[in-house]
């Protein structure tokens, strides 16, 4: 039998009989090419998985650019409502007048906005300098060994992600930033411990600028490390293609901002806890392709960069604080365990 198709209709030619078919329309050939539209023997279609993909990319954009801006309306938040405006055993600024207070809204301005430029300037130093030196062998190792570890975790034949851990694991990784902010966020308001106090609030004056570094980057991140920036092979984006926004890794920096931050402070029993869970949202991210080992490295760099630029400023403001004399005024218990009121005068 010989088959002959026109755009209208098709023609059966056998050998016994000779049948006019009716029309195969243009809809039904339409209808099987629309987006989403699946066959046997493929899945959905090219145009449809680019077109996801591309919503899925912009998605992740904007979702960066409101992560930005959420952290700055927090910090604000938390910054006026912890910082002194509302704390009144700080000094009020007249030498002659010892007495409780609240701090003037001018001042307070004054020292928020000398810590956030205090951490900045911080980053250009010396040290900055050792940590990248330190750093960027691993980063380039991690470079070299990025498609062969990811291929443990993703299918490329099949566009599909293997031997992946729950999704509770991934999910708590996305949102591993709430619990450092959350700490700080309640140290900085009820920490007795001048030193734990300030480190709170710096790290939250500070996490704002690790967040929009971390953005900024990305969008040059093209010219800087080249192909290096593309997120690795998901099921859940285009098989053809890599998505960008990889390089470096802004939830790895922010939580590792947190590690270096009290950890170069307080030693052991705040680095270990914190690093605990750097490494966890580091093998979370890395096992969902979600981030190569090379960009999880460069966002824990960046981080342990900010860090230790906050723990510098956090002497300098301890230090200026010191100079002040501040009237204090809390309750206490006495040595048979009865409430007491406790004054003190520092200077």
Known sequence: MAILETENRTLRLGSD?????????????????????????????????????A?????????NIHAVVRALICSLVVIFTTAGAFDPNRYTGNERTIKPGFT???????????????????????????????????VLVGRMVDGRLQSC????????????LDDACRMFAKHSLVFPCCLAGALSFSARDEDVKATSRMFIKGL???LLMSNLIKRFDVHIVGDGCLRPWNEHFSREKRARGGWPSGHLASVSYAAALYG???????????GALTVAVGVSFLNCNRHYISQILAGVGLGTIYGV?????????LAQNRKEYCFTAELDADH????????????
């Open 17 to 53: 009989n000779c049948a006019i078919a009716e029309p195969r329309t243009l809809q039904h050939q339409a209808r099987s090419n629309l987006p989403g539209s699946f066959s046997r023997n493929r899945g959905p279609s090219l145009r449809y998985q680019e077109r996801v993909s």
């Open 55 to 63: 919503h899925v990319v912009a998605d992740h954009q904007s979702s």
């Open 104 to 138: 003037p809204p001018g001042k307070l301005l004054y020292t928020v906005g000398q810590d956030m430029v205090g951490v900045n300037l911080n980053v250009l130093s010396f040290s900055t300098f050792k940590i990248v030196v330190s750093l960027f062998p691993f």
């Open 153 to 164: 975790f993703y299918d490329r034949v099949h566009h599909k992600n293997i031997c992946q």
């Open 208 to 210: 704002p600028f690790v």
């Open 264 to 274: 170069h402070r307080f030693g052991a029993k705040w680095a270990v806890p914190l």
């Open 309 to 317: 630029a906050a723990s510098k400023q956090v002497d300098f403001r």
């Open 336 to 347: 048979k365990g009865f409430p007491a009121m406790k004054f003190g005068v520092s200077f």
